[in-house]
């Protein structure tokens, strides 16, 4: 089975810092891994994902994330954080196989000015 | 635009009742899924469908039922079955299901229901 982990509920960074937002996971083969993010009230909007090649990935908003094997993670992160990014993001992981996709319990990220 | 239509955005029901939760793509997606967000609980899903006139239980499935007759729709019924309907719930799409695990799924805004 299929699992994903976030380690910290919430995240609070300086504007400008840089930011990192921990994942984990846990498939019995190659994972599919994703990040997504969620504003106040409002759906889930895709930033960036992991299927194969480079393990540094680039995604919408200045995001990016790193695909560690031996480590089984997936971290978010950016250079510079904005006030704006403060949101709440989700890793989510599925495998080769024909099940859905897992989401973790999400990390809360406040960023401030 | 293409994308997710969910309705209605609040709605209040009374223990004991039904309610049906509205979702339309025009995206041509294939796969449509509902999940329940709560907090501290992350996402969790409910039920998903790989194609019209198909579907399959998810991890949170008691209390719940749908059905997928056009492609463009997915609605969701929260019966009374349901111990603890009150959630924010969101329906999601992606191109289909199983093409090398990579879709991304597409997520409407949400649908807020409280249980009075």
């Known amino acids: 089975a299929q699992s994903v982990a976030q380690p910290e509920d919430q995240v609070n960074v300086a504007e400008g810092n840089p930011l990192t937002v921990k994942c984990t996971y846990s498939?019995?083969?190659?994972?599919?891994l994703f990040w997504y993010v969620q504003y106040p009230n409002r759906g889930l909007q895709f930033l960036l994902k992991?299927?194969?090649?480079?393990?540094l990935v680039k995604g919408s908003y200045g995001f990016e994330a790193e695909f560690n094997k031996s480590q089984t993670s997936f971290h978010l992160k950016k250079p510079s954080a904005l006030v704006s990014d403060s949101a709440l993001y989700f890793c989510?992981?599925?495998?080769?196989?024909?099940?859905?996709?897992?989401f973790g319990k999400g990390t809360r990220l406040s960023v401030i000015a | 635009d293409g994308g997710i239509t969910q309705s209605p955005k609040y709605l209040f029901r009374k223990e004991g009742q039904n309610v049906t939760l509205s979702c339309e793509q025009n995206?041509?997606?294939?796969?449509m899924y509902w999940y329940r967000q709560d907090p501290g609980q992350g996402l969790r899903l409910i039920y998903y469908?790989?194609?019209?006139?198909?579907?399959q239980k998810g991890d949170i499935a008691e209390g719940y039922s749908v059905s997928r007759e056009k492609k463009e729709s997915f609605p969701l019924t929260v019966t009374s079955a349901q111990k603890n309907p009150t959630a924010f719930y969101l329906c999601?799409?992606?191109?289909?299901?199983?093409?090398?695990?990579?879709?991304?799924?597409?997520f409407g805004a949400g649908s807020r229901l409280t249980v009075l």
């Open positions: 999601a799409s992606s191109i289909d299901f199983g093409t090398a695990g990579a879709n991304v799924l597409t």
């Open positions: 498939v019995s083969g190659n994972p599919y």
């Open positions: 992991y299927i194969t090649g480079d393990n």
């Open positions: 989510a992981v599925r495998d080769e196989g024909n099940t859905p996709l897992v």
């Open positions: 995206l041509n997606h294939d796969a």
């Open positions: 469908s790989q194609i019209v006139n198909d579907f």
